[in-house]
């Protein structure tokens, strides 16, 4: 269907998009019985039917149509705005319910962010152990009570591991062994409760959530998406992915849980439930919410709504998702899930400037997330491809058992892949004070020239090269598990791995670079900036601009990747390395393949997104791609005033197209308008029921004057107000950029190809997408949604 700006006399218009309204004074409402009155046939579409103007599953909305909806509901608000207090007061409640919704998805994903924080970091403790004063603190919590010397704070008496629970004691070979069995076995039962959730009550939880958000708010509609059913299971199970060790974050599976945030509120508005376009302007900003609770970073949240999920963005979507990326950051501040008033688990602070020259291992690091994300898209939709084409993907519950297992067993022995993935990008990012106690920082101390708290360049101790063997065969492990695990039958982000990736292979890197000037601060590259004693390398910094080139190189974000990392970081004077290093892998990663890893797992299954950021370049016409092509049979119409009710029928019965050209006659085919099948379907049987006199024999008519009919022949049905007067047309021989870009800034879903005025043909956007695979070499076929 197209532009419905629906007919002139504008009235009925209003009245097929909003609840019904008495008709202004002075409007005399006319009655299909000809202009003498003599018929009581009212014209039946007077009220607006339940149902006409809504879509089927599966089916792309139309932009056009819904935004002159919505511009005709707005005005006819404003005009009756001046007639009685009331009515202003409806027009003012009706202006700021946008306002109030983005307040409420706000406090509901600021909400489920907390819990889910909570939750999931008492769930990942409880793999090693369980606290005795409550077994609802996680081990953190547990040893505040306590008072332990600082050195020893993880060692509390009241945070018992499974071993002293059931033999007594923590120490040799069967302690651990048992250990290692609770371990495994707690991270099975988590991911098989989790697959096992998705599998029975929610199949649309699985995943990241972003791909097939993207294509939503392209336009395309997949009910139950963003259900009830799939947030309460999405929140439960993601949980539950997180807390079993596996390889994924719980980053991308939050805006999904935010946007179905937004979908469920929308149906408390009339204004979003009625409207398909108005509501892809709540979820563009119920995604930046997403982003915001997930990162704390409200500004990055934006700005990753603008660049990577939306693709209708005005300008007051901009102020609304800002604004419920604000409360959904407040909320989540006041909930304080971690306990040290940050939103995020890797919050860092360096000080220290850094040096030009230091831009070169920042563009190492560029060029290795640019590799790294493109060999991972490669291996992950090669991997994913698999999974749909052979027997593994009848197995869900099997494929997530096997690769728990195994992550479990290899993650154990090593102490950065056993703790979560955050906190191990926390430990990462962390610049070695003198109380740090962790591997990575026991250098060799030679206290007599420190200042305050700024240590200076210290040889590396043996804890800091059994860490960096560790991080190393962490690193591998990570690289390998990561693209078996995106895209099984669990919630699965893609943020926490990639910046873990990226984090050990910026640290690897750090420490290098930082052992190199501590023993040749004399070589000529060093001598300038970093005399002996100082600190001028900071191992951490370079932790953040891994992380940030290899996320950047999977996603291919790059300002809303820059924000998002020195808001999580709140590293301001590390802006140039974070640009240089996104910058970097971005140019890399695209040398290799175009697509990044979102727009790569929308084309493997198939949805219909018209990509935006793609040139197209063949010089086709639009004859090339309109149906029916030569060899077909003709095109399918219904003309304006001769065809009965049984003829409509059968052509709706014998076709599956979702519309129809209404032509002025056969031989003409001068072309009147459009009609959708699904609006065709109601209002005829909708009339059969409610009108009088309405038979299989009975005219049908698209016209306001219909033609005088025999006294003795049935009633005539009017269908004037369900046909688009103003359908999109282009002629034959426009060239396809033309068509590409039309259906892309309009967001049709279909337009009409005439010659001389007459109708030769249609396009639809599938048609598009077919062929601008085809022109790609790839299989046409795979443009349906599968």
Not at 53 to 72: L, P, Q
Not at 285 to 290: L, R
Not at 680 to 709: H, M, W
Request: with cysteine; proline share 5%.
């Amino acid at each position: 269907g197209l532009v419905n700006r629906l007919f002139n006399d504008g009235f009925f218009c209003l009245k097929c998009s909003i609840s019904p309204l008495p008709p202004p004074a002075g409007f005399s409402s006319y009655n299909g019985g000809g202009m003498n009155g003599t018929s009581t046939m009212m014209d039946f579409l007077e009220e607006p039917l339940p149902g006409v103007g809504t879509y089927e599953d599966f089916n792309t909305i139309d932009w056009v149509r819904e935004k002159s909806r919505d511009r005709d509901r707005h005005r006819e608000i404003t005009n009756r705005s001046k007639e009685s207090t009331w009515a202003l007061l409806h027009s003012v409640s009706d202006a700021f319910s946008g306002w109030l919704l983005m307040l409420l998805v706000g406090l509901l994903a600021g909400s489920l962010a907390g819990l889910i924080d909570i939750s999931a970091h008492w769930m990942t403790d409880l793999k090693e152990g369980v606290c005795l004063a409550g077994f609802w603190f996680n081990h953190e919590h547990c040893c505040w009570k306590s008072n332990t010397t600082f050195t020893d704070r993880d060692k509390c008496p009241e945070w018992k591991s499974w071993s002293q629970l059931i033999l007594g004691h923590g120490e040799g070979a069967f302690a651990y062994i048992l250990n290692y069995f609770m371990y495994v076995i707690w991270a099975l039962m988590f991911s098989l409760l989790a697959v096992l959730l998705v599998k029975g009550f929610a199949p649309y939880a699985c995943g990241s959530g972003i791909p097939e958000i993207k294509t939503i708010l392209s336009g395309f509609i997949i009910r139950g998406y963003l259900g009830k059913w799939t947030l309460v299971i999405k929140t439960i199970t993601l949980v539950l992915a997180v807390s079993s060790g596996l390889s994924l974050g719980k980053e991308g599976p939050l805006v999904h849980v935010a946007c179905c945030c937004g979908n469920i509120l929308c149906h408390l508005f009339t204004k979003y439930r009625k409207n398909e376009a108005k509501r892809r302007e709540v979820l563009s900003a119920a995604a930046a919410a997403g982003v915001s609770v997930a990162f704390g970073a409200p500004i990055g949240g934006v700005l990753f709504s603008l660049e990577e999920v939306s693709y209708y963005f005005p300008l007051k979507t901009l102020w609304r998702s800002f604004f419920a990326a604000l409360v959904a950051a407040f909320t989540l501040r006041s909930i304080n899930p971690f306990g040290n008033s940050r939103l995020v688990l890797f919050y860092v602070e360096f000080h220290m400037p850094w040096h030009l020259l230091e831009l070169v291992p920042f563009i190492l690091l560029g060029i290795f997330g640019g590799l790294w994300g493109a060999f991972f898209i490669r291996s992950n939709i090669a991997w994913c491809r698999r999974r749909k084409t052979t027997r593994l993907g009848k197995y869900p519950v099997l494929e997530v058992l096997v690769v728990t297992a195994i992550t479990a067993i290899l993650a154990f022995p090593n102490e950065y892949t056993r703790m979560s993935t955050s906190e191990l990008i926390s430990e990462l990012f962390n610049d070695c004070g003198i109380l740090d106690s962790s591997k990575l920082c026991e250098y060799v101390n030679d206290f007599n020239s420190t200042k305050g708290d700024d240590l200076p360049d210290r040889a590396a101790g043996p804890g800091v090269y059994t860490a960096m063997w560790q991080l190393a065969l962490a690193l591998i492990m990570k690289v390998f598990i990561t693209i078996f695990t995106f895209g099984m039958k669990v919630p699965s982000g893609l943020f926490i791995p990639s910046m873990a990736v990226g984090a050990i292979a910026g640290r690897l890197l750090g420490v290098a670079v930082e052992q190199l000037a501590f023993y040749h601060h004399d070589w000529a590259i060093f001598s300038g900036w970093c005399s002996p004693g100082a600190d001028c390398i900071t191992p951490g910094l370079y932790a953040m601009v891994g992380a940030a080139a290899c996320l950047g190189g999977v996603t291919r974000m790059t300002v809303s990747l820059v924000v998002i990392m020195f808001e999580l970081t709140g590293g301001l004077e590390y802006i140039v390395p974070l640009m240089a290093a996104a910058m970097t892998s971005k140019w890399v990663a695209d040398a290799i393949g175009r697509e990044g890893i979102y727009d790569a797992h929308i084309r493997l299954n198939g949805y219909p997104f018209l990509e935006a950021k793609e040139e197209f370049s063949h010089k086709t016409r639009a004859m090339d791609v309109m149906r029916p092509r030569k060899s077909d049979p003709a095109l399918t119409v219904i003309t304006q005033d001769t065809m009965t009710v049984e003829d409509v029928e059968a052509i709706v019965s014998s076709t599956t197209y979702s519309g129809y050209p209404v032509v002025v006659s056969r031989a003409s085919q001068r072309l009147v308008g459009f009609v959708l099948r699904r609006d065709l379907i109601i209002s005829i049987e909708n009339a059969r029921k409610k009108q009088d006199g309405i038979v299989s024999t009975s005219v049908i008519c698209f016209t306001d004057y219909c033609p005088p009919l025999p006294p003795s022949s049935p009633s005539v049905l009017k269908l004037r107000s369900i046909l688009d007067l103003s359908p999109f047309t282009v002629t034959d021989e426009t060239p396809m950029e033309i068509v590409v870009d039309i259906f892309r800034k309009l967001g049709l879903r279909q337009c009409l190809v005439t010659h001389n005025g007459k109708l030769l043909g249609i396009i639809t956007k599938k048609d598009v997408l077919k062929h601008i695979a085809q022109m790609a070499n790839q299989d046409p076929e795979s443009i349906l949604f599968n």
